[in-house]
């Protein structure tokens, strides 16, 4: 992790931090549309769903005490049983560019790998090039059209990584 940085799995505290900086960031970036996690319901809720689901997890980074952003892995709906999604990567603008999105992303695939998953799945929109510019240098590969049934028909960029 970089110095001065923390991540660690989301409290129940932390839901109302990580909606604020998902949406902001949708917002900001032209991607606050339907069909999106930004009208999901349980963007208000991230601790109750990682916690309500088995081989999920979600962490949060801080900076100073503050929550500055988040990431994790879900075991979503019609995806294989190997496979699992990378969920709701977002960063605070102030803490873009330091590194932070590879380190958390870098965490994310390590874990899958050790609950067992053997493929990563994800799905975005082109205003948000620069996460996908980073999926790339991940090794994610792109797909035709959608795995599993996310619910978010906002997303046209579906990626896969094997681990």
Same mark, same amino acid.
């Given at each position: 992790m970089i110095?001065?940085?923390t991540? !660690?799995?989301?409290?129940l $505290?932390?839901? #109302?931090?990580? %909606? @604020?900086?998902? @949406?902001?960031a949708?917002?900001e970036?032209g991607?606050?549309?339907? /069909?999106?996690?930004f009208y999901?319901d349980?963007?208000?809720?991230?601790? $109750?769903l990682?916690q309500a689901? &088995? !081989?999920? %997890?979600y962490?949060? #980074?801080?900076?100073?005490?503050?929550?500055? /952003?988040?990431?994790?892995?879900?075991p979503?709906? /019609?995806?294989? #049983?190997t496979?699992? $999604?990378?969920v709701?990567?977002?960063?605070?603008?102030a803490v @873009?560019g330091?590194?932070l999105?590879?380190?958390?992303?870098d965490?994310?695939?390590? &874990? %899958?790998? #050790?609950i067992?998953?053997?493929?990563?799945?994800l799905e975005?929109?082109? &205003?948000?090039?620069? %996460?996908?510019k980073v999926? &790339?240098?991940?090794?994610? +590969?792109?797909?035709?059209g959608p795995?599993g049934? +996310? /619910?978010?028909?906002?997303?046209d960029i579906w990626?896969?990584k094997?681990?």
């Amino acid at each position: 992790m970089i110095p001065g940085f923390t991540l !660690r799995p989301i409290a129940l $505290e932390d839901n #109302a931090s990580m %909606a @604020r900086i998902i @949406r902001d960031a949708l917002t900001e970036l032209g991607a606050n549309k339907p /069909g999106t996690v930004f009208y999901d319901d349980s963007t208000d809720h991230l601790f $109750e769903l990682f916690q309500a689901q &088995e !081989r999920a %997890a979600y962490w949060v #980074a801080e900076k100073d005490g503050m929550v500055v /952003g988040g990431a994790g892995i879900y075991p979503t709906d /019609g995806l294989p #049983a190997t496979t699992c $999604e990378l969920v709701k990567m977002y960063l605070s603008p102030a803490v @873009r560019g330091l590194g932070l999105g590879h380190n958390m992303i870098d965490h994310c695939l390590q &874990e %899958a790998k #050790a609950i067992g998953f053997t493929q990563v799945y994800l799905e975005t929109m082109p &205003e948000l090039k620069q %996460a996908v510019k980073v999926y &790339e240098k991940f090794g994610f +590969s792109y797909l035709q059209g959608p795995m599993g049934n +996310s /619910g978010h028909n906002g997303c046209d960029i579906w990626m896969l990584k094997t681990l």
